[in-house]
T-cell receptor, first 116, second 114 residues
Framework: AQTVTQSQPEMSVQEAETVTLSCTYDTSESDYYLFWYKQPPSRQMILVIRQEAYKQQNATENRFSVNFQKAAKSFSLKISDSQLGDAAMYFCAYRGYGGATNKLIFGTGTLLAVQP | DTGVSQDPRHKITKRGQNVTFRCDPISEHNRLYWYRQTLGQGPEFLTYFQNEAQLEKSRLLSDRFSAERPKGSFSTLEIQRTEQGDSAMYLC????????????FGEGSRLTVL
């Protein structure tokens, strides 16, 4: 069974600085998707960034980028120029590609605080 | 496109009562998912539908839980004989069968069982 591990329950960053959130996963599949979702307090979960496993190039979305290491099964999220609005719970998630597995499997999350 | 909507947003009930949550997915999405999230934890998969067919159920889903999506549009999640351990946020999400795999989430329905 696939698992997702986030080993940092909480992180803190100064406004305008850079922070990296860690995620590792375990799977025997070769094709899959990886995601980072953001969940602000009392608000809905929204997609931050997505990575397809077959793509070697790391995904980037504005200030958000990932470091995808397929062999190491590692998928970290880097937030550059952190803003107060980035404060939220961040979840790493895995989804198999095709086949019978269509659900997202989530890690336990990292709570990010942004200090002014 | 109004996104995924869930109702009610909050529900307080007494142990032993039945509760029902409703989810309206994004209109063109044919896949619908239910997750449960407890405080400080990641969402746990409960079940998912493709159109009206319930294709997968988690072993977490006891026989007190039932979900339906009768016409392939909105879905309901019913919990019978609620227990205090059922207190959680129940999240609904939807997605296209095609696409890049991401789920679009609603704001959730928070259940408190007294």
């Amino acid at each position: 069974a696939q698992t997702v591990t986030q080993s940092q329950p909480e992180m803190s960053v100064q406004e305008a600085e850079t922070v990296t959130l860690s995620c590792t996963y375990d799977t025997s599949e070769s094709d899959y998707y990886l995601f980072w979702y953001k969940q602000p307090p009392s608000r809905q979960m929204i997609l931050v960034i997505r990575q397809e496993a077959y793509k070697q190039q790391n995904a980037t979305e504005n200030r958000f980028s990932v470091n995808f290491q397929k062999a190491a099964k590692s998928f970290s999220l880097k937030i550059s120029d952190s803003q107060l609005g980035d404060a939220a719970m961040y979840f790493c998630a895995y989804r198999g590609y095709g086949g019978a597995t269509n659900k997202l499997i989530f890690g336990t999350g990292t709570l990010l605080a942004v200090q002014p | 496109d109004t996104g995924v909507s869930q109702d009610p947003r909050h529900k307080i009930t007494k142990r032993g009562q039945n509760v029902t949550f409703r989810c309206d997915p994004i209109s063109e999405h044919n896949r619908l998912y239910w997750y449960r999230q407890t405080l400080g934890q990641g969402p746990e998969f409960l079940t998912y539908f493709q159109n009206e067919a319930q294709l997968e159920k988690s072993r977490l889903l006891s026989d007190r839980f039932s979900a339906e999506r009768p016409k392939g549009s909105f879905s309901t999640l019913e919990i019978q004989r609620t227990e205090q351990g059922d207190s959680a946020m129940y999240l609904c999400a939807s997605s296209l069968e095609t696409g890049h795999g991401e789920l679009f989430f609603g704001e959730g329905s928070r259940l408190t069982v007294l």
